[in-house]
């Protein structure tokens, strides 16, 4: 019901015998490629390419295939099993890839997760996944091991670069390879966890086919391939890097990893190595351009810079197009609907600055080739164009669902296949997508999805805490910034500084408010709920746009 996957599975050999033991038509799934299937092509295809450098060391494709092959066979080594879940806790690194491909190979289910996160949120979601192995960064890999008892179905650490667990990478890259067995299309690949509406992380988890659809509609919408590609990664590969890697690997270019971001080292880096391809999110690009303006230098080897998870705002952009030239990509998404849903393109992004800036540059794009859109009403009906409505999608990239919560999933996509994606949107008449607000409570900061719950939560454990509401106010740097405000009870005393010590005491670091206000009381519906919306308006009161930029 869910994605292009169950269509297929719905197929009917009209009598001709086609359809396998596991329910599927095999004249289409023969022709529903996996990314396991493009990942092997990409070994054969470009073997003497450089796939990842790593200091003064390149691995080719060829060596790519070789070592993901062995890890495989090292990883089932291990008792892990096809369709067991796999946890990558690392920065970027060299590693990161070829633990990732051997996942997808092997028909591992593939996590990756940030590690900004608190320990807590760590156990939580290791827990929910059952994960039977984590490959850890030496100090992830020492926090897990204070932990193990509260973990009962994590069965081995990998450790890499060092630290404690059960074995370790290199080891094995020692195994014998494993033969490659096809992942079904219709299997899980990955579990995106994303945050709750509750506080509590959900997993959106992702067929084989719905990350190839992933990997096709990126295709689609980036500029052609070059022999000389190359893409340096300072977004986190456990979010927007991870995802638009794939599609990089499948066209043969060569990754390089930097694993802390720093704009002016990036910048070092895009000149001293040539670099074509930047994926960034909009906190990292506006920093980019700030440094840029600072700085003299030469960065026309760039001929895309990809950036995703919240919108810029149009003068920003604009500053970014006079230092960088017509380089900018944009795509739209979800976890639960990996992008792009839409795309604003490279031409899309070109405009005379003597004509002033187009209006489109504050839109997400137009809809990707083979993505539904329709914006609705809160009672479901197709609002007329030029009206907002919330944007519900519909598409084979579609999530299968949340992992192990069907209500969960019931209430985000219907029967029909079309998922809400809780923001409010509206078309122009040239097509073009314009997110105006958020139905959700969500917040957007520097790129990560937050849901003030989480951290009312941990804020409202603080005695002297009578109230509180968590909201998201425009920042120049950050998209929107957390801003928590609390209602103090009778007879106590509290400081912002208290306020954001509980936060980081017990979430990540991107979690905690960015500023505290004090007031005598929130705002209630005649129930009792507190309005978030009208606390959150009186910051969005200029444009007609009230997420950040």
């Not at 650490?157 to 074995?167: E, K, L």
């Not at 704009?263 to 391809?277: N, Q, S």
């Not at 031409?347 to 997400?364: C, W």
């Not at 009381?521 to 950040?548: C, F």
Request: with cysteine.
């Amino acid at each position: 019901m869910l994605s292009g996957t169950t269509q297929v599975g719905q197929g009917t050999s009209g009598g001709s015998g086609v359809i396998g033991p596991d329910g599927l038509d095999h004249r289409q799934r023969a022709t529903q490629v996996t990314v396991a299937d493009l990942y092997e092509r990409g070994y054969r295809q470009y073997g003497s390419r450089t796939a990842v450098r790593d200091g003064d060391t390149a691995i080719t494709y060829r060596e790519l295939g070789e070592r993901v092959h062995r890890i495989v066979g090292g990883i089932t080594g291990l008792g892990v099993r096809r369709g067991d879940r796999g946890v990558l806790l690392l920065g970027n690194c060299p590693e990161f890839f070829e633990i990732e491909h051997a996942l997808f190979l092997g028909g591992f289910v593939r996590t990756a997760l940030s590690i900004r996160l608190h320990l807590r949120e760590v156990v939580h979601i290791l827990t929910d996944c059952a994960a039977a192995v984590v490959f850890a960064a030496p100090e992830w890999a020492e926090r897990l091991a204070g932990v193990r008892d509260q973990l009962p179905a994590l069965r081995h650490v990998v450790t890499v670069d060092g630290g404690p667990g059960d074995t370790t990478l290199d080891r094995l890259r020692e195994a014998a390879p494993a033969p490659y067995t096809r992942p079904l299309p219709h299997e899980p690949a990955a579990i995106l966890y994303t945050s709750g509406t509750t506080g509590m992380p959900k997993g959106a988890t992702l067929s084989h086919a719905n990350w190839a659809a992933m990997v096709r509609n990126e295709l689609l919408e980036l500029p052609p391939a070059r022999d000389d590609d190359l893409v340096l990664h300072v977004a986190p590969l456990s979010h927007l890097s991870g995802y638009v890697a794939p599609s990089y690997f499948v066209r043969g270019a060569t990754h390089l990893t930097c694993p802390k971001f720093d704009a002016t080292e990036t910048l070092e880096l895009v000149e001293r190595h040539g670099v074509t391809i930047l994926p960034m999110v909009p906190t990292m690009l506006n920093l980019l351009v700030l440094a840029a303006e600072r700085r003299t230098g030469d960065y026309g080897s760039l001929h895309t810079v990809v950036y995703a998870g919240s919108p810029i705002a149009p003068d920003r952009l604009a500053r970014a197009r006079q230092v960088f030239g017509d380089v900018f990509i944009q795509f739209y998404g979800l976890s639960e609907l990996p992008i792009p849903i839409a795309c604003l393109s490279r031409q899309d992004h070109s405009f005379d600055p003597a004509s002033g800036i187009p209006a489109r540059l504050a839109s997400a794009g137009r809809i990707s080739p083979f993505v539904e859109v329709k914006l609705v009403d809160d009672a479901g009906a197709e609002v007329p164009h030029g009206e907002v409505g919330e944007i519900t999608v519909r598409g084979d990239q579609t999530m299968m669902g949340y992992w192990h919560l069907p209500e969960a999933t019931a209430d985000m996509v219907d029967a029909e296949g079309w998922a809400s994606t809780g923001d409010l949107g509206r078309f122009d008449e040239d097509g073009y997508l314009y997110i105006v607000d958020r139905k959700k409570d969500m917040v957007v900061t520097g790129g990560f999805n937050v849901y003030p719950t989480e951290i009312e939560n941990v804020v409202s454990t603080l005695p002297a805490v009578s109230e509180v509401a968590v909201i998201g106010v425009p920042d120049p740097v950050w998209g929107e910034a957390l801003k928590a405000v609390v209602v103090v009870r009778d007879g106590y005393s509290l400081t912002p500084e208290e306020v954001v010590t509980v936060c980081s005491a017990h979430l990540a670091s991107y979690k905690k408010p960015r500023s505290v206000e004090f007031v005598t009381e929130l705002p209630k519906t005649g129930s009792g709920k507190i309005m978030r919306r009208q606390l959150r308006d009186r910051y969005w009161t200029a444009g007609d746009r009230k997420v950040g930029g």
